[in-house]
């Protein structure tokens, strides 16, 4: 079985900064991509922003283009997004994804084998 652990969410002003990071760990696996998506109650879940595995490649929704970074440790499976300028739109439970095919699109949830828990990140006006 893989874990993905997420941590760095929180409250926040408007304006202000988060950083969450992910950590995959468990049983021999693959990583295609890890990203991270986010879910706010009634509404699917969304993404926010991914990046390949194997050539660093970068992806971001266009709400967060300019404001969210997303990096990774390939040493230590890990993912982080840094997220800057956040509005009280960003407001929402974030998770993790982890990705071990080309099997469906990097932006869509359904290619993400394994899930973090999610971590609540809150922006106050």
């Known amino acids: 079985q893989v874990q993905l652990v997420e941590s760095g969410g929180g409250l926040v002003q408007a304006g202000g ?10 049983r021999a696996f693959s990583t ?18 991914a990046i390949s595995w194997s050539t660093g490649s970068t992806f971001y929704a266009d709400s967060v283009k300019g404001r969210f970074t997303i990096s990774r440790d390939n040493a230590k499976n890990a993912v982080y997004l840094q ?14 994804g982890l990705k071990d095919s080309t099997n469906w699109s ?20």
Not at 110 to 116: A, I, R, S
């Open 17 to 26: 900064s988060l950083r969450l990071s992910c950590a995959a760990s468990g």
């Open 32 to 49: 295609y991509a890890m990203g991270w998506f986010r879910q706010t109650p009634g509404k699917e879940r969304e993404f926010v922003s």
């Open 83 to 96: 997220m800057n300028s956040l509005k009280p739109d960003d407001t929402a439970v974030y998770y993790c």
């Open 106 to 125: 990097i932006m869509r949830p359904t290619g993400y084998k394994y899930w973090g828990q999610g971590t609540r990140v809150t922006v106050s006006s």
